[in-house]
């Protein structure tokens, strides 16, 4: 096999790859770029984050409540267990009480503040999700064919490169490298075969004992003109 023979094989898989990938992209733009939908995305976003934070603070406002009663029990059953005789200590431990309740009334008005918060960010997030799924199933319907074609090209990928690896084990580094390179300048054209004794990327005519070098097992023979690698039959 001619060495820029395996390289023009390469060339068929990775434009075919190049292919893929750019329609894929094409495809991610028209479906993510839908204002509707970043919006109503957005929306939801929020809405969880609302509701997230809202939790989290219904959570907090409902320990330090616990917490609170605890120490009223707690400071309650030291007044009334009969262990403290001291009627200083047991008017500090009415007080104690007094202010322990006072503070708690407080902390459950902050738990029912939260409560009633995080109702609202739950209705909230409901609204968005409802608003989301209505639009992301109308977008659905609009763009199923946009959707089975990218699942489609996402395992023909998977195909084709496997195939690459295939196609690369008979070329050397130092042929990749070149292949390569001329990939990045010619627009992913860097094998141009010869056809109708010309160069099919530039149209320059190639003789008859180019063409025979470019039959070459080993070394590889480039375009006069555009300097692409050329592939003869």
């Known amino acids: 096999m001619s060495a820029s023979l395996g390289l023009y094989r390469l060339q068929q898989v990775d434009r075919q790859i190049d292919r893929a990938q750019a329609r894929l992209e094409a495809i991610r733009k028209t479906l993510e770029n839908d204002s509707e939908l970043k919006a109503a995305l957005t929306r939801m976003e929020t809405a969880q984050a609302n509701h997230h934070r809202a939790l989290h603070e219904l959570k907090f ?6 917490t609170q009663k605890i120490k009223i029990e707690q400071t309650e059953a030291s007044l009334y267990g009969g262990g403290v005789k001291n009627p ?3 008017q500090d431990l009415q007080k104690d009480v007094e202010s322990l309740k ?4 407080t902390l459950e008005e902050r738990e029912l503040e939260a409560m009633i918060g995080t109702d609202s ?10 608003d989301l799924d209505g639009i992301q199933s109308r977008l659905g319907n609009e763009h199923k064919s946009l959707i089975e074609e990218r699942s489609a090209l996402a395992r023909q990928l998977e195909n084709l490169t496997e195939e690459r690896e295939a196609a690369l084990s008979p070329i050397s580094i130092d042929q990749l490298r070149i292949y390569e390179d001329l990939r990045r300048q010619k627009r992913g054209v860097a094998v141009a075969a010869v056809e109708d004794d010309a160069c099919a990327a530039c149209g320059t ?3 008859a004992a180019v063409q025979q070098s470019a039959r070459s097992q080993k070394s590889l023979i480039h375009c006069p003109s555009c300097g692409r690698i050329l592939f003869a039959n």
């Not at 406002?61 to 616990?66: D, M, S």
């Not at 006072?102 to 009334?105: G, P």
């Not at 960010?121 to 409802?130: G, I, P, Y």
């Open 61 to 66: 406002t409902e320990t330090e409540a616990e």
């Open 88 to 90: 200083k200590e047991l």
């Open 205 to 207: 005519t190639i003789n």
């Open 102 to 105: 006072k503070h708690l009334a």
């Open 121 to 130: 960010a739950a209705d909230e997030l409901q609204t968005a999700k409802t």
